[in-house]
């Protein structure tokens, strides 16, 4: 009876099929956490500007133009059709930071509130133009000003990002970030430090 010859993969080979095996992995899994991480939080920006956006459409329903809303009514007149929950208070003594690492105590004062589904936001009615701040994931991390935190003002045009044309453009310099986030819904800072936000 003739036996036949089989062949098998040596000890060797195999290492070596699960080391190539493990080098791809190692290059390719941190490169599809951050696409994940990115799509997480410019979904999350959309969704903050679209809360804020649709609330104003309703309130102009139901006041007016803005344009002529009084500033002192804001506060009052977005908690009737946002979802905020009255049941959780914020951590004042959280802070933000921009890229740089600077620190800004973002939820302090008045008119700071928490959505059901967990953000952070603030009205404030003290700048020439109101606007809203917001952490699109509440407490967790990073919370860097331009990645998980944003600023939406309510100009006589509706509700816009902060980084378009005639919103403020001072300090911290990474909110105006804001704006490429909902344009291009990519936070390329996310992959490479930046000095500045690319232009829109």
């Known amino acids: 009876m003739k036996l036949l010859n089989k062949k098998a993969y040596t000890l060797a080979e195999t290492l070596l099929t699960l080391a190539i095996i493990g080098v791809i992995a190692a290059m390719t899994i941190p490169a599809l956490k951050n696409e994940a991480e990115e799509k997480k939080f410019v979904t999350l920006t959309q969704k903050a500007f679209n809360t804020v956006s649709d609330a104003t459409v309703r309130l102009e329903t139901k006041h007016g133009n803005s344009m002529f809303w009084t500033k002192s009514k804001y ?9 905020f929950d009255t049941g959780i208070s914020v951590n004042t003594e959280l802070k933000g930071s921009d890229f740089s690492g600077t620190e ?23 700048a020439n133009n109101p606007n809203f701040i917001v952490d699109i994931n509440g407490s967790q991390l990073p919370n860097v000003i331009g990645i998980d935190i944003h600023a939406f003002y309510l100009t006589d045009d509706g509700v816009v990002p902060q980084g378009v044309s005639g919103t403020s ?17 990519k936070m390329p800072w996310l992959k490479a430090p930046m000095e500045k936000c690319p232009s829109l």
């Open 104 to 126: 800004y105590s973002l939820w302090n004062g008045e008119n700071v509130f928490v959505g059901t589904d967990g953000m952070y936001w603030k009205i404030d009615t003290n």
């Open 75 to 83: 506060p009052e007149w977005y908690k009737e059709v946002i979802n």
């Open 169 to 185: 453009n001072k300090s911290p310099w990474s909110a105006c970030c804001t704006a490429y986030v909902i344009k291009y819904n």
